[in-house]
């Protein structure tokens, strides 16, 4: 589409820029909400757990089936230094995915970290982080990546590549089936080869680069690694890799399609309307011949082409949310079809703009093929995608309870706008068809105003061929300057024309602004489709709400926990008041502060005090906690740290001499 945006008008250019660059901004805007469908699900040792003894091996289990390296589980001790050893494993059987790594022998106490990536089964990398202890929690300066896989600078060059590659796509398909079912001359039209080689050349450039993207995309996020050898060698073992080397080779195929088309088709078009106007001169035989050839051709063309179009569509299916989840025996075939519905729809819509924009003889048959085309392509977009949207979203609550839901809902809403733009588009189409039968009925009635506006218009051709006429021996004769000023004013006058002639046609102008607001709304509803096809889906992001039993909804802000309990161990001054505070009693690392009031409210100094925390839901504790003295019945600890989000079990043991003491037990909630 670029290849003719500049030769047409000002309006459709400002309109055009300034929707792409709100799609652009719309695809960056929703790439922020895509998470991937694979999720951990468990591991062993636990989140946050504190073990006694340090296990030989870290075991990970996922959702769904991943594709892992070698190098994917790392395990990093306090000082942030590999202690893996061991090639990862495959432990999975039956419907359980799960992946494990050997560890050193003889790990030290001290909270290690699980940093672990993959690819899920859609294509999509996904990643992650936890930790767990020996002996007891300790402080660690392990890092690990702050973005999530698939983010970044490279995440955004992605996503933006696939979306061109998904426009590419309709350009190619969409604009070959115009030519082919609805516009045959179109096939020898400037304009619209432009177009459908655009496309070609769109598709290839983006799938060439999505092939070398995938290495930093899936892996060390560095874009400088997309031209690493070994990275590429890896990709290409896998399921998307296949998918993308499988349509470089099926845009081969189409690249010699593209050739017949506007070569020998183009040929067999032209020839057959030359046999056509020259049939009252011959027999007929020769026009039949022609037009027998013509449509073998045309057939031979549409079956190849349905086939290879239909195999370009499948290496999506095949490699992204179709080919996982439930019933993916019919989700990708039907899928193939939706792509396919898609294509013929918007691509046709393209390129029924194009033409309308740079042909002047544009039949009105035409016109009306591609809108009965278009209304069974929405047709057969509403079935598969009510089928798809069952099938992702899962349940009512997930159409506004999850990120794809929502999605989904924005994408319903922007093709309700665009059917509204097409309804307009049939309505000038109509009024199209009906041109000629209004031509018979009014042609007596208005016999003497149509002489008035033909004489003027015949009247301003003259002046106008007279002048023009004027400039070019004018031009002649001229100097340079002069020359090259009249051949301006010679292309002023023929804009004036063609301006003319086209205001004058108030129902093919008319055709132009709405379908012109169908192709604009179209960009906005391809980026809305690239973003849900990089998004978790529903029926995905509610099983794993019921795995980890957490809400989907954002969780409450921590606060500091405050607790004040009395006391009495037994002894001589055994009683008092015991006040403990917790910041910002959240997972991670926390503040705790322990002050020790006696009966008269006064700082009490006490021998000792201990504190424990407990989460008994997930069997982890107690973890101890030993406060230093910093004052008189003052206490601190700095480096609290707490795994995980629950309501913790908190002992604090007071001791007030040497046999004397106490443990006063509450539950404190965290997170």
Partial sequence: ?????????????????????????????????????????????????????????????????????DDSIRVLDPSSKRVDVAKMRDLSQGGTVRYAVGLK??????????????????????????????????????????????????????????????????????????????????????????????????????????????????????????????????????KTGAALVSRLLLLGAAALFIAVLFGAYAKRVTEAEAEAEAEAEMDGEGNAEAGKAKADLAFGLSLGGTVVAAGIAG???????????????????????????????????????????????????????????AFTSVVVLAVTGVYQSWRQVGSWDAWTGTSYGQLLLVKIGLIAVLLGAAWFSRRWTGLLGEDAKTAKTVEAGAEAEAGVKVGVKAGVDVVEETAEKDVAEAGTAADPERAAQLARQRTALATARKKRDRDADTERSGLRRSVLIEACVALVVLAVTTALTGTEPGRTQEKEVSRTGTEAAAP??????????????????????????????????????????????????????????TLKSQQIGPLPVVPERLAAGHWSAGNVQIPMPGDWHLQVTVRTSDIDQTTIEKNVKIG
């Fill in 315 to 373: 290496t999506w299916a095949l490699s992204e949310h179709a080919s996982t989840g439930i019933q993916t025996g019919l989700a990708m075939p039907l899928d193939v079809l939706h792509l396919l519905a898609v294509a013929a729809w918007l691509g046709g819509l393209v390129s029924l703009l194009v033409a309308l924009y740079r042909v002047p003889d544009l039949e009105r048959a035409a016109v009306r093929r591609f809108s009965r085309i």
């Fill in 105 to 238: 022998p003889g790990l030290p106490d001290g909270t290690y970290t699980v940093a672990w990536q993959a690819v899920s089964a859609d294509s999509h990398p996904v990643s992650g982080a936890f930790t767990f202890s020996v002996g007891a929690p300790s402080a660690t300066t392990a890092t690990v990546p702050d973005q999530e896989a698939g983010g970044g600078l490279v995440g955004t060059l992605y996503d933006t590549v696939r979306y061109i590659s998904y426009a590419g796509f309709i350009l190619l398909v969409g604009g070959a089936a115009f030519v082919l079912a609805c516009w045959q001359r179109g096939a020898s039209v400037r304009p619209l080869q432009r177009l459908v080689v655009g496309g070609w050349v769109t598709l290839t450039a983006a799938t060439l680069v999505l092939l070398l993207l995938r290495t930093p995309y899936t892996g060390s996020g560095k874009l400088g690694d997309m031209f690493d050898l070994g990275g590429l060698s890896d990709v290409l073992d896998t």
């Fill in 556 to 613: 409450a802000p921590a606060r500091p926990v405050n607790l004040t309990e009395p006391f009495d161990t037994g002894g001589t001054k055994g009683k008092g008041t015991l006040r403990l505070t917790i910041d910002p009693a959240r997972p991670g690392t926390n503040l705790m502060h322990v002050w020790i009031d006696g009966p008269d409210g006064k700082p009490m100094d006490v021998p000792e005090v201990k504190v424990a925390y």
């Fill in 1 to 69: 589409m670029t290849a003719i945006a500049p030769r047409f008008g000002p309006q459709l250019i400002r309109l055009l820029l300034v929707t792409a660059v709100l799609t652009v901004g719309l695809l960056g805007a929703l790439a922020g909400t895509a998470s991937a469908h694979a999720a951990l699900t468990g591991s062993d040792p636990k989140d946050g757990a504190v073990v006694d003894v340090a296990p030989r091996e870290v075991t990970l289990t996922f959702s769904e089936q991943i594709a892992m390296g």
